[in-house]
């Protein structure tokens, strides 16, 4: 917990201002509470003025004596680590990132520390905070045919660094939670991205009718974005292939029992088949076989 501003406070301020690590060691002492507390007015901590200042010396004395890194300053929400990413102080950064400061806390413009070092053009800075993509936003099917789904989606952003590629998963369950014990039917990685705007991808082979959950993961320079949610998709169902020939397996006086095999159902399950029998039509419902034609005189 934070503790009051007092007079010991100011000297330690002094002493970070005015770059004497020998007295910054020796308040250090004090404990760590002493070392968060913000200026009454400012909202300054001590771990912040000793970034402004630029005193790597003291800023790694109060790191390693208990200042917490990602101490915001009330009124603006911004951190250590803002500051040090806006003036391309790449010392302080390092020193930051090493004693566990946020690269992901935003400030009350909810800009990032990677935001500011964009916004100043401070190259080495960004090379620092490089962050995995944001996660991607669900695949959408495009469009399909019997074997075949176009999978499209939008590049999530990637701050610092272009996106190298990009993993499409497809599984068969279709929760979106960890997937340790339910790995996906196929993996697909696409190393290109096609348009900025919009990528999309022909996954073939597909059965049609199957419904896949397909998710999204994008990769650049700093590692891989997590993984998008699953959206369900299937290839486009079309009409059964044509049946065997039937073959009469049984006759009597006046039926006939016949029987074919089952043919494929491209998506559909199959309702009924149509048995024909020159200009005579019945229709028939299935599962059971073999059927019974009954042959009519007319």
Not at 177 to 201: F, G, H, K, Y
Request: charged residues 20%.
């Amino acid at each position: 917990m934070e503790g009051e501003w007092t007079i010991h406070n100011d000297r330690l301020t002094d002493a970070i201002t005015k770059n004497s690590t020998r007295k910054v060691k020796k308040f250090c002492k004090k404990g760590a509470n002493f070392l968060n507390t913000p200026h009454p007015l400012t909202g300054e901590s001590p771990l912040y003025i000793a970034v402004r200042w630029k005193r790597h010396k003291s800023l790694e004395l109060l790191l390693k004596n208990g200042a917490q890194p990602n101490v915001c300053r009330p009124k603006f929400q911004d951190t250590p680590l803002h500051l040090a990413a806006m003036e391309g102080d790449n010392k302080s950064v390092q020193l930051l990132l090493e004693h566990g400061a946020d690269r992901l806390l935003r400030n009350h413009n909810y800009h990032t520390p990677i935001d500011l070092a964009l916004d100043q053009r401070q190259n080495k800075t960004i090379e620092l905070l490089l962050v995995p993509p944001h996660t991607p936003a669900p695949p959408t099917s495009q469009d399909s045919s019997l074997s075949t789904i176009t999978i499209a989606w939008l590049p999530p952003q990637s701050k610092g660094s272009t996106i190298s590629s990009y993993t499409l998963r497809i599984y068969e369950d279709g929760t979106s939670m960890a997937t340790l014990n339910v790995p996906p039917v196929r993996v697909q990685t696409i190393q290109t991205v096609i348009n900025e705007n919009n990528s999309s991808v022909v996954v073939d082979h597909c059965v049609p009718g199957v419904t896949y959950h397909v998710s999204i993961q994008a990769c650049n320079d700093a590692g891989w974005s997590s993984e998008s949610k699953r959206t369900p998709m299937c290839a486009r169902p079309t009409p059964p292939d044509p049946p065997s020939t039937p073959l009469v397996i049984g006759t009597t006086s006046t039926t006939l029992s016949i029987d074919w095999k089952n043919n494929s159902m491209n998506g559909y399950d199959i309702n009924c088949y149509e048995v024909r029998e020159h200009t005579l039509l019945l229709l028939l419902h299935p599962p059971s076989f073999p059927y019974i034609l009954l042959l009519i005189s007319v």
